[in-house]
T-cell receptor, first 113, second 111 residues
Framework: AQSVTQLDSQVPVFEEAPVELRCNYS??????LFWYVQYPNQGLQLLLK??????LVESINGFEAEFNKSQTSFHLRKPSVHISDTAEYFC???????????FGKGTRLHILP | KAGVTQTPRYLIKTRGQQVTLSCSPI?????VSWYQQTPGQGLQFLFE???????NKGNFPGRFSGRQFSNSRSEMNVSTLELGDSALYLC??????????FGQGTRLTVV
């Protein structure tokens, strides 16, 4: 069975400050890792994904995440946040056996002016 | 190309009624999954369909059911609605590269 833990339910951060959203997973099989973002009253959008290869993956809007197999982590980082980054962020895993996605509880990112 | 389409966007039902939600995946995508999102439980997996067959099922009571048609469109049905079924129901379609695309969701309110 797979599970995802997002340790922080809410993270307040000042605009232009760096941020890290933590994600740890457990699985008995190889996994694919994802971060999704949900803006208010909208569905989920894929932010970035790790399938294989380089352990550092980047999104087009400045976020990056690093797959750490030994620590079973996939933390999301951004060096400088903007007010438009206000949203809820979900870490998720799937296996290579099917398309069932297991989500973490989500981290709500609050950008303070 | 068109995204994932879920209808209706909003629904209000009374306890005891049943409801059917629809999801049209992206053309060519192989599977459709359904998720329930609530403030207390977060995103919970309901079921996954691949080629008209249910491939996975989450831990929901039998009142929750679904199906997939030959054109890949999927429906989920909830019978004997309870207040606790109020939630945002999200559908996702998955392509060959394992990337899931989500619809805007159907917000169901049970009164």
């Amino acid at each position: 069975a797979q599970s995802v833990t997002q340790l922080d339910s809410q993270v307040p951060v000042f605009e232009e400050a760096p941020v890290e959203l933590r994600c740890n997973y457990s699985s008995s099989v190889s996994v694919y890792l994802f971060w999704y973002v949900q803006y208010p009253n909208q569905g989920l959008q894929l932010l970035l994904k790790y399938l294989s290869g380089s352990t550092l993956v980047e999104s087009i809007n400045g976020f990056e995440a690093e797959f750490n197999k030994s620590q079973t982590s996939f933390h999301l980082r951004k060096p400088s946040v903007h007010i438009s980054d206000t949203a809820e962020y979900f870490c998720a895993v799937t296996s290579n056996r099917d398309d069932k996605i297991i989500f973490g509880k989500g981290t709500r990112l609050h950008i303070l002016p | 190309k068109a995204g994932v389409t879920q209808t209706p966007r909003y629904l209000i039902k009374t306890r005891g009624q049943q409801v059917t939600l629809s999801c049209s995946p992206i053309s060519g995508h192989r599977s459709v999954s359904w998720y329930q999102q609530t403030p207390g439980q977060g995103l919970q997996f309901l079921f996954e369909y691949f080629s008209e067959t249910q491939r996975n099922k989450g831990n929901f009571p039998g009142r929750f059911s679904g199906r997939q048609f030959s054109n890949s469109r999927s429906e989920m049905n909830v019978s004997t609605l309870e207040l606790g079924d109020s939630a945002l129901y999200l559908c996702a379609s998955v392509g060959l590269n394992t990337e899931a695309f989500f619809g805007q969701g159907t917000r169901l309110t049970v009164v």
